[in-house]
């Protein structure tokens, strides 16, 4: 339990590096195939474990949580189709759902590896 804090924290700054990369002008390397989608699954499969490590119940059974981060993909992907330099692509929706649902599969794995 006294993880929880600094695992909240861990999370809270995830997110607004995330953030703050979905929304800022992308200067990726076009040169390595599907990087982008590859950074897509990882953020959201980081994302889940950090918020489910962060959170007193399981990330499976929490709905809120699941709708939370299912609406942030969304989101990102609807302001990137607004934003001149970025563009909105449902591939990368996709990936942002794939790294959830391979986190959840694999969630029962990697979270009796840490202490709740």
């Not at 700054?13 to 979905?22: R, W």
């Not at 709905?63 to 990137?80: D, P």
């Not at 692509?89 to 990936?95: A, H």
């Amino acid at each position: 339990m006294p993880m929880v804090k600094a695992y909240r924290l861990l999370f809270l700054i995830s997110f607004l590096f995330i953030s703050f990369s979905a929304f800022s002008p992308s200067d990726t390397d076009e040169s390595i195939a599907n990087f982008d989608k590859l950074m897509h699954f990882s953020a959201f499969f980081i994302l889940s474990l950090l918020l489910d490590l962060s959170s007193k119940s399981d990330l499976m059974v929490n709905k809120i949580f699941l709708s939370f981060l299912v609406t942030y993909a969304g989101l990102i992907e609807i302001i990137q189709y607004f934003l001149p330099y970025r563009s909105a692509e449902i591939l990368d929706f996709i990936f942002d759902l794939l790294g959830i649902l391979v986190y959840l599969y694999f969630a029962p794995k990697i979270v009796s590896r840490f202490i709740r």
